[in-house]
């Protein structure tokens, strides 16, 4: 069975169990700035998990692109990958566990409508209880009599910790319960690492046993959640029915929910009875793309972590330039050049400076793939784009890498000390350092690096926690006002410019609101002037901001504005500014969106444009902030 077929019988498996298909959200999630990318598909359904009502109604089903920049260093072996699709469905408030688990064995087990795999095969886990959580007992009911219909007796082991797990072993069990560490899921992981306010809840896995030999150097004993490959985890059924509590305890949510996620690359692996992903039909072209350019082969175990990063990386590059970022040395951009470099060292490494501009042909591979799968994903329109970023983004790394190449024969005398540097400024990867330096009859102190990259990763980690908490807190009036603001930024930019300008792009944090739109030039400072004074016009009016579910159609003739993302919803939401109450027509802004807003605009006080920036040929990119006379601005 190939990728398409596995991911149009899930969808329909649940529209036939009256779930709604909701459109894939962009990678950079827009007016969200808790995350650098999405990483899963209940992200962009936050609100609605949290109790909002959803314009297409309490069952949702989706295949979500997703970014997990956090696996990069994970990616080389048989399953790790940065992008990967993820199949979801959603209970918001409806169904439960009983449902849930019994669809999703039916869709993994049922040849007809579903994949039809072995059950035999497939292991599951379930929470077993911390301190304010009880274990998972309902679960474990279900799966027990799932199992029994099919003539497997399905035995309960107790795992807990991942410790525990790897001194027990299977004991011939099913079902397994482990601790919070691999149970229970929340954006920010583990319950202690959850803010207050977020959602979470205990969740049950399955997994596809492989029959690969256990191997002991990752622990005595396998299991289910063991790193030995024999075992990959093929989907997700989160209860999110949890929301942290600020002394630490749990509250049950207003409404009980269930986020199942599923890899559908790894679904294909489990098809194929293979653990290897990159030889499903998702990424076997890709691959024989990389083993043409390069004049290597993947049989040839060597070249396969090489070959697989490259395979990745690629693909995750040519989505994030679809969904608008551009190489940088910041946020959402920083990681496409990583990525993009990244690949570009691997080519070196295997097949010579030469090759590395081929790269272009391996993201056109990529694309040629993506039609096979879905039209509805359809990015075939980006071809000329992601050549050109690539392309761009390689010639300049082959400057960086003759730098660095330079910078190692200067400090040839010293590596230990420049070995990081290397690693960290010109994106040498260790073993790339390590190779240059044999070559030259020197060694690395690998200690020494490896340190130094634990501390760097430590750094990261800190920092990507702290902009999802921030965010998060951030959730506060400031951010909000600035999200209203950008309504009434978008509106009054198409006032000044015309109704062609409309926004590609936003970020807002409390301290500032960042806004893209397309525009062919500079603006004057007149026109500045005259978009700022709109917007301060408009919150000295004070008026009203609400929204509504509308339908889709209807929402379009009304003129709303917006990034037009939903192509699937039936009806919309979308937010008014103005007193609409005789005519949507007195409205000054209609647009698409999820909100949330302030409910006046007099709250927002003051808005002032701080800088214009270049993004590129018809791109521009405005800063603003509001309310810049409140003392307490960082609040
Ligand atoms: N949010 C869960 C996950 O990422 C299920 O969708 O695994």
């Not at 985890?233 to 049950?252: L, P, R, T």
């Amino acid at each position: 069975m190939k990728a398409r077929e596995i991911l149009n019988r899930y969808i329909t498996f649940f529209e036939k169990r009256d779930h709604k298909r909701i459109a894939n959200a962009p990678l950079v999630l827009i007016n969200d700035p808790t995350t650098l990318f999405t990483s899963s598909g209940m992200q962009a359904l936050l609100p609605y998990l949290l109790g909002e009502e959803h314009p297409s109604g309490k069952r949702l089903v989706n295949v979500q692109n997703c970014l997990r920049s956090q696996d990069i260093d994970e990616v080389g072996d048989n399953r790790h990958t940065t992008f990967f699709r993820m199949l979801g469905n959603w209970s918001l408030g409806d169904y439960f566990k009983s449902e849930q688990l019994n669809w999703f064995f039916t869709f993994l087990t049922d040849k007809d409508v579903g994949l039809g795999l072995d059950p035999r095969k497939l292991y599951v886990t379930v929470f077993s209880g911390n301190e304010y959580i009880p274990k998972d007992t309902e679960s474990i009911a279900i799966w027990t009599q799932l199992f029994q219909e099919k003539g497997i007796s399905a035995k309960f082991v107790e795992l807990g910790s991942q410790e525990n797990a790897y001194q027990i072993g299977m004991r011939g069990g099913r079902i397994f319960a482990y601790d919070e560490t691999k149970n229970w899921w929340s954006r920010a992981g583990t319950p202690d690492k959850m803010p207050v306010g977020e959602p979470g809840g205990p969740d049950s896995e399955v997994f596809y046993d492989f029959g690969t030999p256990h191997d002991v150097s990752f622990g005595k004993e396998c299991h289910p959640n063991c790193d030995c490959g024999r075992f990959l985890e093929i989907g997700n059924s989160v209860f999110m029915q949890y929301q942290k509590q600020a002394d630490g305890s749990f509250k049950e949510l207003p409404q009980k929910n269930v986020d199942f996620g599923g890899g559908l690359e790894r679904l294909a692996a489990a098809l194929n009875d293979n653990p290897d992903i990159f030889l499903t039909d998702l990424y076997k072209e890709i691959i024989t793309k990389i083993a043409d350019i390069s004049y290597k082969s993947y049989e040839d175990k060597k070249y396969q972590p090489p070959m697989r990063i490259i395979a990745d990386h690629i693909k995750a590059a040519t989505f994030l330039i679809v969904d608008g970022v551009i190489p940088s040395n910041k946020a959402q951009g920083y990681v496409l050049r990583r990525l993009l470099r990244r690949a570009a060292v691997k080519m070196y490494q295997i097949a010579g400076e030469e090759q590395i501009t081929k790269l272009t042909e391996v993201a056109s591979v990529v694309l040629r793939l993506e039609e096979t799968l879905d039209e509805k994903l359809s990015i075939k329109k980006h071809h000329e784009l992601i050549s050109t970023v690539i392309k761009e983004e390689i010639e300049k790394f082959s400057k960086t890498l003759k730098k660095g190449l330079q910078e190692f024969e200067k400090n040839i005398h010293r590596l230990d000390e420049v070995a990081f540097d290397l690693y960290q400024t010109h994106g040498f990867p260790i073993e790339l350092i390590e190779e240059l330096a044999k070559e030259h009859h020197k060694t690395i102190d690998r200690k020494k690096f490896d340190e130094a990259l634990q501390k760097h990763r430590e750094l990261s980690r800190t920092a990507s926690a702290g902009m999802f908490r921030g965010g998060l807190a951030d959730h506060s009036e400031k951010t909000i006002m600035g999200h209203t603001a950008t309504h009434l930024l978008h509106q009054a930019l198409r006032d000044v410019l015309g109704k062609h300008v409309h926004q590609t792009g936003s970020n807002i944090t409390s301290e500032r609101i960042r806004f893209d739109f397309n525009f062919d030039r500079k603006l004057t400072d007149e026109e500045l002037r005259q978009v700022e004074n709109i917007v301060n016009q408009k919150i000295k009016e004070n008026l009203p901001v609400h929204y509504e579910l509308i339908p889709t159609e209807e929402a379009y003739k009304m003129g709303a504005i917006g990034l037009f993302m939903d192509t699937y919803g039936e009806k919309s939401k979308i937010y008014f500014i103005g007193d609409t109450s005789k005519s949507y027509k007195n409205a000054y802004s209609i647009e698409f969106c999820g909100g949330p807003h302030v409910e006046f605009t007099g709250v927002l006080k003051s808005f002032k444009i701080i800088k214009q920036e270049n993004l590129g040929k018809n791109q521009k990119r405005i800063y603003a902030i509001v309310n810049n006379d409140q003392r307490n601005n960082n609040s």
